[in-house]
């Protein structure tokens, strides 16, 4: 029995020093799977879109920055991730759709929570805004994470790349560089 607790421990004791040696991942993909993609019958746009005030909740996959390159879609038609072997967590995201709702073209279109849950355990959360406008980066605060994100509190960019084949939002997301040197220099001291 001594034994078993003393392996459970020391076990336990090794995870969290490899977590804490991990290093993070300061930018990847995420591709939106479609057929996660919920809004609320109303308020809708003329377009059946949905319109401003209109809540959502959604979920995808995170891969490694650059996998959606060159419109490159990450999600199949049944949901499932495009490249299964590069999935690096799950993105979960919920809000409220502003402005021009889903026909927004420019501008604020979403005011959103998002939660990236990486296959370490570790996690990130974000609140903010988000652009409709493809290219163009926006910064949304980090409003908490664990594991080895847990130092983080600064901000990080995303940029939305546009839309997959079957209309879920693909993105890519970066943490500034200054707050990863902030974090490295936590663990080494």
């Given amino acids: 029995m001594f034994k078993t607790i003393f392996l459970g421990s020391l076990l336990a004791l ?3 020093l490899s977590v804490k040696a991990a290093e993070p991942i300061t930018r990847f993909d995420v591709a939106e799977d479609h057929t996660r993609f919920a809004f609320a019958p109303a308020p809708l746009l003329d377009s059946g879109m949905p319109a401003h005030g209109n809540p959502f909740v ?3 996959y995170i891969y490694p920055a650059g996998t959606l390159m060159d419109g490159t879609d990450g999600v199949l038609e049944d949901g499932s991730p495009a490249f299964p072997d590069l999935v690096l967590g799950s993105w979960t995201c919920d809000g ?13 279109w979403l005011v959103s929570r998002q939660i990236m849950q990486f296959n370490s355990g570790a996690v990130i959360v974000t609140q903010g805004t988000e652009l409709a406008d493809v290219g ?19 901000a990080m960019e995303q940029t939305l790349l546009g839309f997959h084949s079957h209309m879920g939002v693909q993105a890519r997301f970066v943490i500034a560089e200054d707050d990863y040197e902030a974090q490295r220099r936590f663990y080494e001291d």
Avoid: K, L
């Fill in 136 to 154: 163009v980066p926006n910064s949304r605060p980090i409003t908490a994470s664990t594991g080895v994100y847990a130092p983080f509190d600064d």
């Fill in 96 to 108: 409220w759709f502003v402005g021009d709702g889903g026909d927004a073209t420019t501008g604020v």
């Fill in 14 to 16: 090794t995870s969290a």
């Fill in 58 to 60: 959604t979920q995808g």
